[in-house]
């Protein structure tokens, strides 16, 4: 039997703490260009039914015959649209769901690709492109339409014959008239998981609104406020801005000064809340789409001499592990995520539906409950949890249906992840 090629992230440790490396997973690291591989060979432990890509019964991703009765891993390939470098000012989001999926691919024994499209929807297509062209083809490719780029991936994967899962971010407006809903126009793509985006926006509105009104701020029954979305188009930003108004709505004493776009930057972010509170000194709370641009309005309360947490409330969305530590030290008041892990959620559906339990018996377009909110009533416990950011101490496996066949439905949340990590 042939060893299987494993590509690992120069910044990644090679075997995971208290787990055997069984394949782990590829992370390929595209910056300026240039590609940055380790090759590690591993004996190599199919599994996997063999049913996909490549020829019939061929070892995946080699294009050699497997012996008789032989089975073999799952190939999954992710574009990541975010950046591989943790040091940007746009946050570790995209690393953190490369991370939590790396996990649960070692417990799904799925052999993981990753590769960082830097930010760069151009480059994203461009890379489906490259992998449809492939002679040794993944499985499956998850795919996220951010800057509305999934719709040619999509294209160009289908007629490849790779099936395609979209992640975090689906197709809106047009887009979906164009690409029909899963398995019909384009049979390889095989559905979607997305968390409810406006959700998390009306939530984030809710709890910083409230914590702000608790403080007493605001002025003869108004309360000034300034929002930081990400950007126009992206439909993840779109739908938390649409939360924001149905919050506004809802609350009638909040009086909206200006929204921003802060481009998910927290540099960008920190410019754009220093000048309005230069123009709007009555400012008692700052909505940030994510929690980089939320880390950057709070530079800029400090730097203006404001006091963050007393007459300025900010929150934002994602988790960042920056943004928890101001969360347990009273700079943030909020952030709403949980949503980084939808990665690892789709790994398992993958998983299941290459094992002969196809999720489309709960729908193909599918939406868990995953956000939920972390303030300093709640953070301790998540801090002590997974402060260490060491996501293989889950037990991934206790997700899955096929295996769990008393399983009636998944528990993807925190909650769940609570219940069933194995400490």
Known sequence: MLPSIVQVNLLTHLEPRGKPMRGWCSQQIRASGISFIIFVIIAA??????????????????????????TRRLQVTFINPGISDADNPTGT??????AFMQAAAVDLDIDLEIIYSERNHVLMREQAQAVAARAAQPDVVIVVNEKLAAAEMVKALDKAGIKIFVLLNTFVDEQIGEMGRPRQKFSGYLGSLVPDNKIAGYLLARQLFAKARQQGLGKDGRMEVVAITGDHVTPAAIARNAGLQQA???????????????????????????GALIRYPEVSAIWAANDPMALGALDAVRQAGRKAGQDVMIGGLNWDPPALEQIRDGGLAVSVGGHFMTGAWALILLHDYF?????AEIGTELQFPIFSSLDRRNVDRYLAVFGDGDWNKIDFRKFSKVLNPRLLQYTFSLEGVYDTFAP
């Open 355 to 359: 094992h002969g339990r196809d999720f």
């Open 248 to 274: 506004m709505d809802e609350m009638a004493e909040i009086d909206l000064k200006q929204m921003f776009v802060g481009q998910w930057n927290r540099d960008t972010a920190n410019i754009q809340a220093a």
């Open 93 to 98: 989001f995209w690393l953190s769901v490369s």
């Open 45 to 70: 432990v199919p599994i996997f039914p063999g049913q996909a890509a490549g020829p019939a019964g061929s070892v995946a991703g080699t294009g050699v015959p497997a012996a008789a009765g032989e």
